[in-house]
C-alpha cells in the first residue's frame, strides 16, 4: 500500500486532515510533466483511512493521478487516532454546512501546493462516496474547478429521518445513532436537522445534479442496503434532465454487492466487485481529465 504525505488544511478555524497520494513518475521524461489531481470525500460514519478507502487511492495514484483524501472536520477522528472516533463531541456538532464549507477548502486549497507536486490546477476530479457523494455533487455545481465527479453509493437527499425519528429529536434536542462496529451510540444535535431545514435550497442534490454541465458518473452497489440503489437512479435523472448541451451522465450499477463494493474494516483485500469499481473510475477519470 503506498505511504501518502500527511499534511493538515485549515477553514474556518476547523482542522481538516488530509493525505496526498502521489503520482509515480516512472522516468526522468515524466518528472516535469504536470498531473491531474483526485479529491476524495468519505461519508458519514467513515473517515479517509476507512476500510478500502487507502487502496483505492494508492490504485489510482499507480494509474496517474494524485489522490488528496480528507476527513470532515466533525466526522469525529483525529489525526493522533485516526482510525477511531475518539472526538464524538465534534460529531454531534456537525451538519453540512460544515461539510460544504470543508470540501469547498479543500478544493480551493488545491493551487497551493500544486507547484510541489506538480498538479495540473486545470484538471480537478472529485470522487464522494456516500454522504460525501451527496456532498460532492453540491460542491461541484458551486465550484468550477472541479472537471469531472464520480459519486459512490450516493445519497440524493440528506433528510433520511423518519417523522418518528424527527419528533423525538426535536423532543430531546439531539438523535442517537448506533456505531454497529464499534459498538458505540454516535449523537447528532439538533443542528444537523436545523441545517437541512433552513438550507434545503443549497442542499438539494437533485437540483444541483440538474445543473451539472461536467461529465459524471455514477456508481452504485444493486444490494446496498444503507443506500438503496433507487438513490443512483434519481440522481441519473436529474442529472439527464438538463437541457444545456453538455456530457451525459453514466449510470453504473453493480450487480451482487453492497454499500462498500464488498470492502470492510480494517480492510484485508479488495474483490472483484471493488477492483471493477476502480477499473471504471480510472477509465473514467482518464478520459476525462
Not at 497520494?21 to 468519505?42: D, E, G, M, R, W
Not at 461519508?43 to 478500502?52: A, E, I, L, N, S
Not at 451538519?95 to 498538479?119: G, Q, S
Amino acid at each position: 500500500m503506498k505511504t501518502p504525505e500527511n499534511f493538515t488544511i485549515s477553514a474556518n478555524n476547523r482542522i481538516i486532515d488530509s493525505s496526498l497520494y502521489k503520482v509515480q513518475t516512472n522516468s526522468i521524461n515524466n518528472i516535469s510533466k504536470k498531473s491531474p489531481v483526485l479529491i476524495f470525500a468519505h461519508g458519514f460514519k467513515g473517515f479517509k483511512d476507512w476500510g478500502g478507502f487507502p487502496f483505492l487511492c494508492t490504485i489510482l495514484a499507480n494509474s496517474g493521478f494524485n489522490v488528496l483524501s480528507f476527513n470532515f472536520s466533525h466526522n469525529g477522528v483525529n489525526a493522533k487516532q485516526p482510525l477511531e472516533f475518539t472526538r464524538l463531541d465534534l460529531f454531534a456538532e456537525n451538519t453540512h454546512t460544515i461539510e460544504l464549507e470543508d470540501l469547498n477548502a479543500v478544493i480551493k486549497y488545491i493551487p497551493n501546493i500544486a507547484v510541489k507536486y506538480n498538479i495540473d490546477i486545470n484538471r480537478i476530479g472529485l470522487i464522494g462516496h456516500s454522504r460525501g457523494g451527496g456532498l460532492s455533487i453540491i460542491a461541484a455545481y458551486e465550484n468550477p474547478e472541479i472537471k469531472a465527479l464520480a459519486s459512490l453509493a450516493a445519497v440524493s437527499d440528506f433528510m433520511r429521518y423518519t417523522d418518528y425519528q424527527i419528533k423525538k429529536w426535536k423532543e430531546k434536542g439531539y438523535l442517537e445513532i448506533p456505531n454497529t462496529r464499534t459498538n458505540q451510540m454516535m449523537r447528532l444535535n439538533l443542528t444537523l436537522l436545523e441545517d437541512i431545514e433552513k438550507n434545503s435550497s443549497r442542499l438539494n442534490i437533485l437540483n444541483a445534479a440538474k445543473s451539472l454541465q461536467i461529465p459524471f458518473l455514477i456508481i452504485h452497489g444493486k444490494e446496498d442496503l444503507a443506500v438503496n440503489s433507487a438513490d443512483a437512479e434519481k440522481i441519473f435523472s436529474a442529472a439527464n434532465s438538463k437541457s444545456v448541451s453538455c456530457a451525459k451522465p453514466i449510470l453504473k450499477i453493480i450487480e451482487n454487492t453492497g454499500h462498500t463494493f464488498g470492502t470492510v474494516h480494517p480492510f484485508n483485500s479488495s474483490n472483484k466487485y471493488f477492483d471493477e469499481v476502480i477499473r471504471i473510475l480510472t477509465e473514467f477519470f482518464k478520459n476525462n481529465l
